[in-house]
């Protein structure tokens, strides 16, 4: 599985910006797809996850402003977030896991940066 991650930029505090997260396998054969992003000196974060039934997972932290999403026949897999925080800034990486040979796999990072 490859992913290409996109959609990264400088923000200004309460501003808005979309990633994406292309596959190049179908999108409905992956468990699960998610968003990590990682703080410098810091291990990677769990953001946000959405199964193939679309249930989704939000840590609290951005519960109410990031919205994760899948377009099956994009084989892409977004993050939208409104209400941008100082806070929020970090490489935000996507990630698939395959539960049945319990693997994961990662895209490039992308920067967020939220500042004034």
């Known amino acids: 599985v490859q992913l290409q991650a996109s959609g990264g930029g400088l923000v200004q505090p309460g501003g808005s910006l979309r990633l994406s997260c292309t596959s190049n396998?179908?999108?409905?054969?992956?468990?699960?797809m998610s968003w990590y992003r990682q703080f410098p000196g810091k291990r990677r974060e769990l953001v946000s996850t959405?199964?193939?039934?679309?249930?989704?997972y939000y840590a609290d932290s951005v519960k109410g402003r990031f919205t994760i999403s899948r377009d099956s026949a994009k084989n892409t897999v977004y993050l939208q977030m409104v209400g941008l925080k100082p806070e929020d800034t970090a490489v935000y990486y996507c990630?698939?896991?395959?539960?049945?040979?319990?693997?994961?796999?990662w895209g490039q990072g992308t920067l967020v940066t939220v500042s004034s």
């Open positions: 990630n698939a896991y395959l539960p049945i040979i319990a693997t994961n796999y």
């Open positions: 396998r179908n999108m409905l054969s992956i468990d699960l």
């Open positions: 959405i199964t193939t039934g679309d249930s989704t």
